[in-house]
């Protein structure tokens, strides 16, 4: 007899994380579920993946997502996810991040998937915001948010322990740090550095890069590391539980630059341009987590940090 194949829903899944993650799920043998809220131009067409347009507002077209089809695990990753949108679009990233999930967790609790479904909610280290300076973060450090994208997920977080409480849902919830790898959109420091590296070398952009806070350190995982971690917690994750996924290592922005300088083909020497635009209102210096709690279901970081950086830097040439 044959065994039906696991089901995987993924939410926001034209996104950046959504794309490596259904790769990943397929490879292992998963029927793949995305949802968009629009249909996409670039719709990327794999054997075993279905995209289904939904409007995240809607308590009952979720309802109507999970009846129809009934997902053995759920990966929530809809939202906003830019940290410096944040800052001027706060009721967007409420609405995205906040609303829209008690719209889905209130359409699990009412749907056939109630007592089945594993479902995986992503937060943020943003959440952590304020941390004494150069220690590494742990799942118990208390969370002082800085800006208005790390309350709408520190929020969220609140809110799924509730959902595990009152209604006994099967949530598990992980905290990545800075993930980075091809595919991800501008607004990110690899992806606004490397794109600008690719647009020097292809004499589209004279030889100068524009730059942001070139001192702020960051713990920086690969997005096909991140996405293994979060199928290893939906499957030994416990329910109501916080899990960092991160490296456990901090990177400054001024060593990802020397590395895209580097190893930019254009003849000239490249000058670096701070530009003020790109600076935050707050910024903390040095940010990295501690991963011991994840490690010890298994999941431990194989991607290198140059291998993500050199991925990323051939990510923007094949595109140009
Ligand atoms: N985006 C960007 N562009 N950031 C720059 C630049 C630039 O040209 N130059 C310097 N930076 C600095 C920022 O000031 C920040 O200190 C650091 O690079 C990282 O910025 P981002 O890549 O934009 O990431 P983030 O830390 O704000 O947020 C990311 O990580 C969070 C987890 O810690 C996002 O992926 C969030 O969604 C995620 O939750």
């Not at 993946?49 to 009846?67: Q, S």
């Not at 943003?126 to 742990?138: K, L, M, P, Q, T």
């Not at 952009?205 to 096909?224: A, C, H, M, W």
């Amino acid at each position: 007899m044959e065994l039906a194949m696991r089901k995987a829903l993924i939410t926001g899944g034209t996104g950046f994380v959504a794309k490596h993650l259904s790769e990943n799920l397929i490879n292992k043998g998963y029927q793949v579920i995305g949802t968009t809220r629009t249909c996409c131009p670039d719709l990327y067409f794999m054997d075993n993946y279905e995209l289904r347009t939904i409007n995240y507002g809607d308590v009952n077209d979720w309802i109507n997502l999970f009846n129809e089809t009934v997902p053995d695990e759920i990966y929530h990753l809809a939202g906003q996810s830019s940290v410096r949108l944040s800052w001027d679009n706060k009721v967007d990233t409420f609405n995205a991040n906040l609303i829209n999930t008690i719209n889905m967790l209130e359409a699990i609790k009412e749907s056939e998937i109630r007592h089945k479904a594993r479902i995986l909610i992503t937060g943020s280290s943003e959440e952590y915001g304020h941390v004494n300076e150069g220690e590494a973060i742990s799942e118990s450090t208390i969370l002082q948010p800085l800006n208005p994208y790390g309350v709408s997920k520190a929020a969220l977080c609140m809110l799924m322990k509730q959902y595990v409480k009152t209604y006994g849902l099967h949530i598990r919830y992980a905290r990545p740090f800075n993930h980075i790898g091809p595919g991800q959109g501008l607004g990110f420091v690899t992806s606004d550095f490397a794109k600008q590296i690719v647009d020097i070398e292809k004499e589209k952009q004279p030889p100068y890069i524009k730059v942001g806070n070139l001192e702020s350190k960051r713990d920086f995982t690969d997005v096909r590391d991140i996405v293994e971690a979060y199928h290893i917690l939906v499957q030994c994750g416990i329910d109501g539980e916080v899990y960092n996924v991160c490296t456990g290592r901090a990177m400054s922005m001024q060593y990802l630059l020397d590395f895209f300088v580097q190893h930019c083909k254009h003849p000239e020497p490249i000058k670096v341009i701070r530009d003020e635009l790109k600076m935050r209102p707050s910024d903390y210096p040095i940010y990295y987590g501690d991963n011991g709690k994840i490690n010890e279901l298994g999941w431990h970081p194989k991607i290198g940090l140059e291998q993500s950086l050199s991925d990323i830097l051939d990510y923007w040439r094949s595109r140009a």
